[in-house]
C-alpha cells in the first residue's frame, strides 16, 4: 500500500519561503508513470492544484504561482519537495502531496497525504 | 476562478438520485476524476476516466462524459456520501492539472 506523508514547518513568516517535503513509502518514485504533485487548499476553499514533478525532474506549475514555487525530487530518499517563496497570509493552506498516474495516460490522483497546514501570519 | 465550473451546492433526498456536473473546454478532450472530500480528512478518488471506479468505491457513483460537461451520478444517495465533489482535469492546452471549485452536496 502506497504511502505519502508530508513533513514541513507549520508556521512561516511573511516574505520567507515555505519548504514542504513528501516522503513515498510503499511504493518507488522512479517511475515514469507518476507525477507527483502538490496540491493546497486554504480554509474553507477548494482544491489548487500547484504543480507535479517527474522522477527524472520534469515539472510543470500552476501558471499564478510559476514564478514562486520550485519543485524538486529525490529518488535516493524517495521524497520529493515544494518551494513556495515570497509567502503572504493569502498562502495559508492545508498543502497535499499527491501521486497522479498522468505518466500513464490517464489523469487521476490515486494516493494522498493527509496534509501539512502552513500558517502565514498577516 | 477555475476553468472547471461545478454548481457550488447541490442537495438529494436519501435514497434519491444526484448529478453532480463540470464543465469546462478541456473536458472535450481529456477526461475528468472526481475526489470526494469529508470534513477534516483528504480527499479520496472515486471516479476516472470515462468508466472507472477505484476499488472499495460503492457502485452507486457513475460517471459520464458529454461534450465540454463531465458528470458525476449518486444512484442512491446514503447519508454518508455527504462531501464536498471535486473534478479535476487538464487546462484547455493539456499542459497543466485544475480542479473544479468544488460541489458540496448535502443529503436530506
Known amino acids: 500500500q502506497v504511502q505519502l506523508q508530508e513533513s514541513g514547518p507549520g508556521l512561516v513568516k511573511p516574505s520567507q519561503t515555505l519548504s514542504l517535503t513528501c516522503s513515498v513509502s510503499g511504493g518507488s518514485i522512479y517511475s515514469r508513470d507518476y507525477f507527483w504533485t502538490w496540491i493546497r487548499q486554504s480554509p474553507g476553499k477548494g482544491l489548487e492544484w500547484i504543480g507535479h514533478i517527474t522522477y527524472s525532474g520534469n515539472a510543470r506549475y500552476n501558471p499564478s504561482l510559476k514564478s514562486r514555487v520550485s519543485l524538486s525530487v529525490d529518488t535516493a530518499r524517495n521524497q520529493f519537495s515544494l518551494r513556495l517563496g515570497s509567502v503572504t497570509a493569502a498562502d495559508t493552506a492545508l498543502y497535499y502531496c499527491a501521486r497522479d498516474l498522468g505518466g500513464t495516460g490517464y489523469d487521476f490522483l490515486d494516493y494522498w497525504g493527509q496534509g501539512n497546514l502552513v500558517t502565514v501570519p498577516s | 476562478s477555475s476553468e472547471l465550473t461545478q454548481d457550488p451546492a447541490v442537495s438529494v433526498a436519501l435514497g434519491q438520485t444526484v448529478t453532480i456536473t463540470c464543465q469546462g473546454d478541456?473536458?472535450?478532450?481529456?477526461?475528468a476524476s472526481w475526489y470526494q472530500q469529508k470534513p477534516g480528512q483528504a480527499p479520496t478518488l472515486v471516479f476516472y476516466?470515462?468508466?472507472n471506479r477505484p476499488s472499495g468505491i460503492p457502485d452507486r457513483f457513475s460517471g459520464s462524459t458529454k461534450g465540454d460537461t463531465a458528470a458525476l451520478t449518486i444512484t442512491g444517495a446514503q447519508a454518508e456520501d455527504e462531501a464536498d465533489y471535486y473534478c479535476?482535469?487538464?487546462?484547455?492546452?493539456?499542459?497543466?492539472?485544475?480542479f473544479g471549485g468544488g460541489t458540496k452536496l448535502a443529503v436530506l
Open positions: 476516466d470515462k468508466n
Open positions: 478541456s473536458l472535450r478532450k481529456y477526461y
Open positions: 479535476y482535469s487538464r487546462d484547455p492546452t493539456g499542459d497543466y492539472r485544475v
